[in-house]
């Protein structure tokens, strides 16, 4: 079975422009969810999709939005980019959803970096 | 709100002697408890989990958690160390207030292994 993978691996935008990074769920896992590590810290929950519909959502601001495909892959898109959103963005699928959320299998993410 | 505090940064040990990762957790609900562990420039893996079955929960690569609720404590421990286990190691607490989903990552501990 092939696992999650995260595109692309490594990126550099600029203050105000606008970000995609996706997500290609291990087969047969049907929730995606997306987080922020930033440098020393641990990863923080932006938000979760379950068969295509947001189950779950952290501390962040609207710029932040999601999309799940119907073979359960993702995308994470983050506009007006600000200097703090540098950081790694990890993605994650699993089977099930909610507090029935099976284990979690990661990517080893997108780093991003905003000038 | 639930919170989860890793109460080191970093733990230094030697090889073959035991490992004790401190995790302590709120929560206005039965929660959910998992400790993950991330190698450099990898994804992170679940070591194990704690559902509200059994308070002992093991885990893969010998390691094993105590739920300890009066203590709201959650510790990770290894018999013997390894310099394999040298990573970064994050305890999550997770519930559902009001049905949506949210993982709540602790900022992290980072293991040293010395030979």
């Known amino acids: 079975e092939t696992g999650v993978t995260q595109s692309p691996t490594h990126l550099i935008k600029t203050r105000g422009q606008q970000v995609t990074l996706r997500c290609s769920s291990q087969?047969?896992?049907?929730?995606v969810s997306w987080y922020q590590q930033a440098l020393g810290q641990g990863p923080q929950f932006i938000f979760q999709?379950?068969?295509?519909?947001?189950?779950g959502r952290g501390n962040f601001p609207p710029r932040f939005s999601g999309l799940q495909f119907p073979n359960y892959s993702s995308e994470l898109n983050v506009n007006a980019l600000e200097l703090d959103d540098s950081a790694l963005y990890l993605c994650?699928?699993?089977?099930?959803?909610?507090?029935?959320?099976?284990?979690?299998?990661f990517g080893e993410g997108s780093r991003l970096t905003v000038l | 709100a639930q919170s989860v505090t890793q109460l080191d940064s970093h733990v230094s040990v030697s090889e073959g002697t035991p490992v004790l990762l401190r995790c302590n957790y709120s929560?206005?609900?039965?929660?959910?408890l998992f400790w993950y562990v991330q190698h450099p420039n990898k994804g992170l893996q679940l070591l194990l989990k704690?559902?509200?079955?059994?308070?002992l929960v093991k885990g893969i690569n010998g390691f094993e958690a105590e739920f300890k609720k009066s203590e709201t404590s959650f510790h990770l421990t290894k018999p013997s160390a390894h310099m394999s286990d040298a990573a970064e190691y994050f305890c999550?607490?997770?519930?559902?207030?009001?049905?949506?989903?949210?993982?709540?990552f602790g900022r992290g501990t980072s293991l040293i292994v010395h030979p």
């Open positions: 994650a699928s699993s089977l099930g959803s909610g507090v029935n959320t099976g284990e979690l299998f």
């Open positions: 087969s047969g896992h049907n929730t």
């Open positions: 999709y379950y068969r295509e519909e947001e189950n």
């Open positions: 929560s206005s609900y039965s929660p959910s």
């Open positions: 704690y559902t509200s079955a059994a308070t």
């Open positions: 999550v607490v997770s519930d559902q207030p009001r049905g949506s989903y949210i993982p709540t």
